[in-house]
């Protein structure tokens, strides 16, 4: 691993910079994942959804709560937050917020719970959570267009990037297995985002990739500028949207 890659774990900064990219190219989460959520809690009153990004995952929780509190330690990801009137957003810590005692009748986290340091964000979930809340988490890794596709991608950008991911990131690739969950876990489905994406759409998901861009500023954009050229040879017309499915792992349980 480089130095520069040892470096990759100051998540305050991590995902400042190219916050419009992050927000405009990130997959999609499905309705069915919001409906089985909602699913699990008994009450319906307020939802908080921790690093909330650009509040991807409180817009389809605020399809089923009557307010959600939507929180991220990065004030440029809440500048190109999404809006709805039921989704208060504030700049916070996931460990440490100013949230009421038994607030919450729902916990939410979208790929960022591998970012916390859990012996002070479990404690911080209890507190602000009601008796028999429900706590959710998830997050995906890889996707998949074809296997033609997927090889390129797989030689070109990703083993190029391998040494740029925090190590944090590694939860992600386990399906968050290796995470010590605290709460009484509940059988989830599985859940797959599937998206339809033309040539630029697909290369602008992997360049919001964290390790995509330390590498980057590390070596440059020539690997991924000649990738780009790779696919785009088997791509075919490169406004024709292509099915992408990204596997999806969520985990809940109950307070």
């Not at 699913?39 to 939802?47: F, I, K, M, R, T």
């Not at 997927?150 to 925090?166: C, G, K, M, Q, T």
């Not at 059988?187 to 759409?201: I, R, V």
């Not at 861009?213 to 696919?231: I, P, T, W, Y």
């Amino acid at each position: 691993m480089t130095d520069a890659a040892k470096t990759i774990n100051d998540t305050s900064s991590l995902f400042n910079d190219k916050s419009e990219l992050y927000a405009s190219s990130r997959p999609q989460y499905p309705k069915e994942l919001f409906h089985f959520i909602a699913s699990l809690s008994a009450e319906h009153q307020q939802a908080w959804d921790c690093a909330t990004g650009n509040g991807q995952a409180a817009l389809g929780l605020a399809q089923h709560f009557a307010k959600v509190q939507a929180s991220d330690i990065s004030q440029n990801q809440l500048g190109v937050a999404f809006k709805k009137d039921n989704i208060y957003y504030s700049q916070q810590s996931a460990e440490q917020t100013n949230f009421s005692d038994n607030q919450f009748d729902l916990v939410n986290v979208a790929q960022a719970l591998h970012w916390f340091d859990l012996e002070k964000f479990w404690p911080e979930v209890q507190r602000v959570t009601q008796t028999n809340a429900i706590f959710v988490a998830y997050t995906y890794a890889w996707s998949n267009v074809n296997a033609q596709i997927d090889s390129l991608v797989l030689e070109s950008i990703n083993n190029v990037i391998e040494p740029y991911w925090a190590k944090n990131n590694q939860h992600c690739v386990n399906g968050y297995q290796n995470i010590n969950f605290p709460f009484q876990q509940i059988k989830t489905p599985a859940f797959t985002l599937q998206n339809h994406w033309n040539l630029k759409e697909f290369f602008n998901f992997l360049h919001s990739w964290s390790a995509t861009r330390r590498c980057m500023q590390d070596c440059g954009d020539e690997f991924f500028n000649s990738a780009k050229l790779k696919v785009a040879k088997i791509w075919g017309d490169p406004q024709q949207k292509k099915l992408i499915n990204t596997p999806l792992t969520v985990i809940a349980g109950k307070l």
